[in-house]
Nanobody
């Protein structure tokens, strides 16, 4: 059974930083697409970043490019979303997700993942 567990959310002032973590278990294939997406209250889901685990190629939404970085620690089966220069509009529930490595960049735009975690709340105050 595939499980993803997020942690690291919280409240921060604008300009601050947070690092979200996502531990993945039960997914046998090490070469896959990892990603993060978010959903604010009353808004559609928005892909934030995706990442090929074998090539480390990463893709970012324009809204976070240059501020967020996705990475992984293979030894811990954990991937991370480092979020810097946070803005109030970054406030949302953040979900980590994973799926096969096929079309990882497309998954960012379409927010199309088979497996996701339960979410962690990020609140940025002005």
């Amino acid at each position: 059974q595939v499980q993803l567990v997020e942690s690291g959310g919280g409240s921060v002032q604008a300009g601050g930083s947070l690092r979200l973590s996502c531990r993945v278990s039960g997914y046998a294939e090490s070469r896959r697409c990892l990603g993060w997406y978010r959903q604010a209250v009353g808004k559609e889901r928005e892909g934030v970043a995706t990442f090929y685990t074998d090539t480390s190629a990463a893709f970012y939404a324009d809204s976070v490019k240059g501020r967020f970085t996705i990475s992984q620690d293979n030894a811990k089966n954990t991937h991370y979303l480092q979020m810097n220069s946070l803005k109030p509009e970054d406030t949302a529930m953040y979900y980590c997700a994973t799926d096969t490595r096929t079309l990882c960049e497309t998954r960012l735009r379409q927010v199309d993942f088979t497996y996701r975690g339960q979410g962690t709340q990020v609140t940025v105050s002005s």
